[in-house]
């Protein structure tokens, strides 16, 4: 029998389909291509809850009600759920498969056919019981292949559901900020639309007095007009921006309070000048990316097995009679073992052109994790270069603020006190809206881009450590070491 087990393989070995050797892989980006610096444990990284850090109540009620019911973050949790179930069953399939049958036919055999009589013209009963084990050893990987493809693309899912949950929770942080901004501007611009009032009721009664002209209350009167338009522009904003939380919450608008307006509170300080190693693998996108590029790799593991014989392996015992009388009779016994040798000698070119298929689905995957890396490297720019020149921005607007402010109160006072003309008022308070305005843009623009650098440097995710990183088998394109951040050619 081994004589003969060891022919059958040796002539199955040789009848394998030629393969063709393809080209090689795209190189996958390292930290030398990108200039990154070595992993430092100085980078204040944010924490998981890293919104918590502005001491806003109403901001984290509000990001926990998004978490909780936002529906895009709800369907991104049932896509992890299903790739996870197809995980296991790629793992299942590698191990021997047992099941059980029985099976009961009440039948009236034919008098005019094989059957002569009595058989012929009576009722039988076929019954069979029996046992069934079927087993592929996976002598070429490739079932291994598969579940190791399975369980990478599981935790890629896992890995986008969370970069979806840092999205939601930036869009939530955002739109927050902005709400504040424009809240703020409408208590300022409405602060400003009752001192017009008051100048415009001055101006009115000078003109009853004979100390002014028709041309000075229509002045006024515009301006006040004026004021109320961009007063109605920025209130309509407001409602606009609370229907956009509203939506992200997966609530309607109605049933979510109008937030409450707080002082801006200091912003924390950016990221280093050189960024580390490690935010290749601090950002969940890139994981999910690096994830999908050895699944691809496993995917060409498992197409080169298929040019190599397949062998199953069943076997199965059990009871086979005419009558239930009979079933569980010695006599009854029903024994079957054997291999399936199945062996791919010409196949046309499929199998090559599968093959090929799964090699240009790697370099797909391989150059959709570089492009990943690239955009990771240049959001954490922008955002933290913005923040370093929004800072001295913020300082030298507050201090035109402050200087318009007076200069509008001193020149709203003189006209008052009959002491100057309406002209230096409504110059001062064009100037006053307008800083006031920009004031609070660069005000909130500074949360904003803080909530983006957060985001940008991964929004404290941390890659699970059961993640299947490890090496293709058959196709060594790229590797990450565990906790590292970046693939090597």
């Known amino acids: 029998?081994?004589?003969?087990?060891?022919?059958?393989?040796?002539?199955?070995?040789?009848?394998?389909?030629?393969?063709?050797?393809?080209?090689?892989?795209i190189p996958a980006l390292s930290a030398d291509d990108l200039a990154l610096a070595p992993d430092s444990t100085d980078v204040d990284w944010p924490e998981g809850h890293w919104w918590t850090r502005y001491e806003d109540p109403q901001l984290d009620h509000l990001i926990e009600a998004a978490l909780e019911g936002n529906p895009d973050l709800q369907a991104a949790t049932a896509r992890v759920r299903t790739a996870q179930a197809a995980a296991l069953g790629a793992r299942a399939v590698q191990w021997p498969q047992i099941g059980a049958q029985y099976q009961l036919t009440r039948e009236r055999l034919s008098e005019n056919y094989i059957y002569p009589p009595p058989l012929g013209g009576?009722?039988?009963?076929d019954t069979a019981l029996t046992v069934q084990l079927h087993f592929n050893p996976d002598l070429w990987g490739r079932q291994r292949a598969l579940a190791r493809a399975a369980g990478q693309r599981a935790a890629a899912t896992q890995a986008i559901q969370r970069q979806a949950r840092n999205l939601l929770v930036s869009a939530v942080a955002q739109a927050y900020f902005q709400q504040q901004d424009a809240q703020t501007q409408?208590?300022?611009?409405?602060?400003?639309?009752?001192?017009?009032?008051?100048?415009?009721?001055?101006?009115?009664?000078?003109?009853d007095n004979g100390l002014g002209t028709q041309v000075d209350v229509d002045q006024a009167d515009s301006a006040v007009s004026a004021a109320r338009v961009q007063l109605g522009q920025v209130r309509n904003n407001t409602v606009l921006l609370h229907h956009q939380l509203a939506a992200l919450l997966g609530k309607a608008p109605d049933q979510l309070p109008l937030p409450v307006v707080h002082p801006y509170r200091a912003i924390p300080a950016g990221v280093p000048a050189h960024l580390p190693m490690a935010l290749l693998g601090r950002r969940p996108d890139i994981a999910a990316a690096r994830l999908q590029a050895l699944a691809a790799g496993a995917d060409i593991s498992a197409?080169?097995?298929?040019?190599?014989?397949?062998?199953?392996?069943?076997?199965?015992?059990?009871?086979?009679?005419?009558?239930?009388?009979?079933?569980?009779?010695?006599?009854?016994?029903?024994?079957?073992?054997?291999?399936?040798?199945?062996?791919?000698i010409f196949n046309a070119g499929a199998l090559n052109a599968q093959l090929s298929g799964r090699r240009a689905a790697r370099d797909e995957a391989i150059a959709q994790y570089n492009q990943t890396v690239v955009n990771a490297i240049r959001e954490v720019a922008d955002a933290s270069a913005s923040i370093q020149a929004l800072q001295a921005q913020i300082q030298h607007q507050e201090a035109s603020l402050k200087s318009i402010t007076s200069a509008y109160d001193v020149a709203l006072q003189r006209y008052r006190a009959g002491l100057g003309n309406f002209i230096q008022v409504l110059l001062a308070q064009s100037e006053v809206l307008k800083q006031t305005v920009q004031t609070s843009d660069l005000h909130a623009q500074a949360y904003i881009l803080d909530v983006q650098l957060a985001t940008a440097l991964g929004g404290g995710y941390q890659a699970p450590e059961t993640a299947e990183t490890g090496r293709a088998a058959a196709e060594p394109l790229v590797t990450f070491p565990p906790n590292a951040g970046h693939p090597s050619p």
């Open 1 to 25: 029998m081994k004589p003969l087990l060891s022919l059958v393989l040796i002539l199955a070995v040789s009848a394998c389909a030629p393969m063709d050797p393809g080209t090689p892989a």
């Open 122 to 125: 009576s009722y039988q009963t």
């Open 186 to 207: 409408a208590q300022a611009i409405a602060d400003i639309v009752g001192k017009l009032e008051d100048a415009l009721a001055i101006t009115r009664a000078r003109y």
């Open 303 to 344: 197409a080169k097995a298929d040019f190599l014989p397949n062998i199953d392996l069943s076997a199965a015992v059990g009871y086979l009679s005419l009558g239930l009388d009979q079933l569980l009779r010695g006599s009854s016994r029903n024994l079957s073992a054997g291999p399936v040798i199945t062996l791919p």
